[in-house]
T-cell receptor
Framework: DAGVIQSPRHEVTEMGQEVTLRCKPISGHDYLFWYRQTMMRGLELLIYFNNNVPIDDSGMPEDRFSAKMPNASFSTLKIQPSEPRDSAVYFC?????????????FGPGTRLTVT | GDSVTQMEGPVTLSEEAFLTINCTYTATGYPSLFWYVQYPGEGLQLLLKATKADDKGSNKGFEATYRKETTSFHLEKGSVQVSDSAVYFCALRGSNYKLTFGKGTLLTVNP
């Protein structure tokens, strides 16, 4: 299995620009999670989906952030407009709710730098 | 709400030393507990897990026991290697499917 795939791996953009991060979960998984990791705040859950439907977006910092999952094999996290404080590593994770373990498999992350 | 508290690092050890990273949690009900490891420049990988009280999770020489009476899930390894240098995260899954993570502990093992 290819694991969770994220693109791009690195993104450098200027303040005010739109940024789109992409994620392909593991085939057959029914949950997808977006996290943000910074030195100051650690790992934060932004939003998660079940069967392509957003379940909890209470972690999305503000209206500049939006996430979609148009189908079971693709999700995007968009920031518009971007700000320097959005600089972080963004992780996507997926899981299959079976067996009672619900372990999450993480992608390699996208390192976003907003200048 | 759910929360995880783990010892703050960084932790620096010599090769073959004994490792303990403390983790305690607060949750309602009966959470599942996890340790994840993050190597430099990579995403998090599941290291071990335990789903009920007194379960012991183990992998790659690491162990952790789910202690409900002390709400703890401490990570241990008898003899660390340089290749174990990484950030370790304790996490719990409560009544929903979200993971709550601790802040992470940076471990550096010197030869």
């Amino acid at each position: 299995d290819a694991g969770v795939i994220q693109s791009p791996r690195h993104e450098v953009t200027e303040m005010g620009q739109e940024v789109t991060l992409r994620c392909k979960p593991i085939s057959g998984h029914d949950y997808l999670f977006w996290y943000r990791q910074t030195m100051m705040r650690g790992l934060e859950l932004l939003i998660y989906f079940n069967n392509n439907v957003p379940i909890d977006d209470s972690g999305m910092p503000e209206d500049r952030f939006s996430a979609k999952m148009p189908n079971a094999s693709f999700s995007t996290l968009k920031i518009q407009p971007s700000e320097p404080r959005d600089s972080a590593v963004y992780f996507c994770a997926s899981s299959l709710v079976a067996g009672g373990y619900y372990e999450q498999y993480f992608g390699p992350g996208t390192r976003l730098t907003v200048t | 709400g759910d929360s995880v508290t783990q010892m703050e690092g960084p932790v620096t050890l010599s090769e073959e030393a004994f490792l303990t990273i403390n983790c305690t949690y607060t949750a309602t009900g009966y959470p599942s507990l996890f340790w994840y490891v993050q190597y430099p420049g990579e995403g998090l990988q599941l290291l071990l897990k335990a789903t009920k009280a007194d379960d012991k999770g183990s992998n790659k020489g690491f162990e952790a026991t789910y202690r409900k009476e002390t709400t703890s899930f401490h990570l241990e390894k008898g003899s660390v290697q340089v290749s174990d240098s990484a950030v370790y995260f304790c996490a719990l899954r409560g009544s929903n499917y979200k993971l709550t993570f601790g802040k992470g502990t940076l471990l550096t093992v010197n030869p």
